[in-house]
């Protein structure tokens, strides 16, 4: 049997987490899974993870344990230690994009989890370079898409139609799309925004406000939390894909995007020039940089064929996230 131990919980605000994705696919291959904790709580959580460990620990074969950078460190912390404790495989899955900021702030924490684990696990080069770097083994096997769900649209012309969908956080800058959203009119008078995310901290009203002092605001759709069945429905009805964020591994949404077809214009920090080549799969600016991320937006609106270009390649490259090659990396780890 399998313990996947991580980020369990259902709510209306919540999406299909990678933890459910890649648990389903595993169990149709034929492994036994058992996930933890969907309790609220974050005590009680680390406390169920603790005692599942504990509970099942004559039965299971692997443990694998999403790893952030933030609070949730800890978890894998105390996880992998009492699993340590039971002789028991662990694998790191390695999530966080300021997880190469732990290493170098925690490095005695970090090197409790990660020199004693079974195997690493990063979805990105990025982190798997990072880990590296600090001497800890670590094996690349990319986030999983079932890549032949997504409908490529293959657009006749793009227009100034842009799609966020990441949750309303800090980290990932939300304010920075209707900043972009506000110069880009000054060009485009019929540019328009949505943005798809669960608020997280207070950020969508922040956006919100921003867009009305901005008078902006019959410019943006603020569409709340949809399901990815939605939102990759809605998807067709715009051109461009943006993400605004100041840290970041791999995020599933830009996965998404470029195999919906969707041109990716992204700030170029963490793992995301190691996913988006730029001019190539993508395109990429400095972080904050709205009115670089205007001006690339404006010059390629003008060069249609670059931008179709651009989104044929990204199909390309994403086809190497299907399952049907990724289960082979897990089958190998697993077996």
Known sequence: MILYIGNNIHSKTNNVTYMVTLSNLLKEEG???????SKKNQLLRMLYMLLSVLKHRKRISYILIDTYSTRNFYYALACSQLSR?????????LHGGNLPSRLQHNPKLCNLIFNNSYKNIAPSNYLKEAFENEGYE????????????YKFKKRKGF???LLYVR?????????MAVSVLSELL?????????????DKDGSLQECKNLALSLGISKSIDFKGLLSKTEWHKLSE???LFINTTNIDNTPVSILEAMALGLPVVSTDVGGIPYLIEDNKTGILVPKNDVQGMVNIIVKYLDAQ????????NARVKIEKFDWSIVKIQWKAILR
């Open 85 to 93: 404790l039971f002789n028991l495989k662990y694998i790191p899955i």
């Open 159 to 161: 227009t100034p139609k």
């Open 138 to 149: 670590t094996i690349f096997i990319p986030n999983v898409l079932e890549v032949n769900i």
């Open 31 to 37: 492994f036994e899974l058992l996930l933890t904790s």
């Open 167 to 175: 949750a309303f956080d800090k980290i990932y800058n939300p304010q």
């Open 237 to 239: 009805e715009f051109d």
């Open 186 to 198: 000054k060009y485009y008078p019929s540019a328009k925004l949505c943005m798809i995310g669960p």
């Open 305 to 312: 064929r670059n931008l179709e270009y651009i989104a044929k």
